[in-house]
């Protein structure tokens, strides 16, 4: 994914508002380190805006901070469900209105 100007079309993403944007996304990536498996990502420049590269972390807990707060930036987080019931138990246990999805190959649980 290109980062840039975002009034540069070929731009896919621009950066975050501010400095403080910045900074509390780069709190939950350092977080995020100790929660999980950082799969991409996890860089910040701010040198000429700021820019956070879209971050992945997987094999996250239910319960991981990454699960269970709002971090309003490009990070997203993954955890494994035991089965569908499970799944949707995972997704509805937070307090935020948080977005979440349920990945699967079976359609009678799309």
Excluded: C, W
């Excluded at 901070?65 to 990070?75: C, T």
């Excluded at 997203?76 to 979440?100: C, M, P, Q, S, W």
């Amino acid at each position: 994914l290109t980062q840039g100007n975002p009034e540069d079309q070929s731009n896919y993403m621009g950066p975050v508002i501010d400095q403080g944007a910045f900074d509390k996304i780069m709190s939950y990536i350092e977080i995020g380190k100790e929660e999980g498996k950082l799969m991409t990502g996890g860089e910040g420049d701010s040198s000429k805006g700021f820019f956070i590269k879209p971050t992945v972390f997987a094999d996250l807990a239910p319960d991981a901070r990454l699960m269970q707060e709002e971090i309003f930036g490009p990070v997203v987080g993954f955890t494994k469900a035991k089965d569908f019931d499970h799944a949707l138990e995972i997704a509805n246990n937070t307090e935020y209105g948080l977005t979440g999805a349920v990945i699967t190959q079976n359609r009678e649980h799309i």
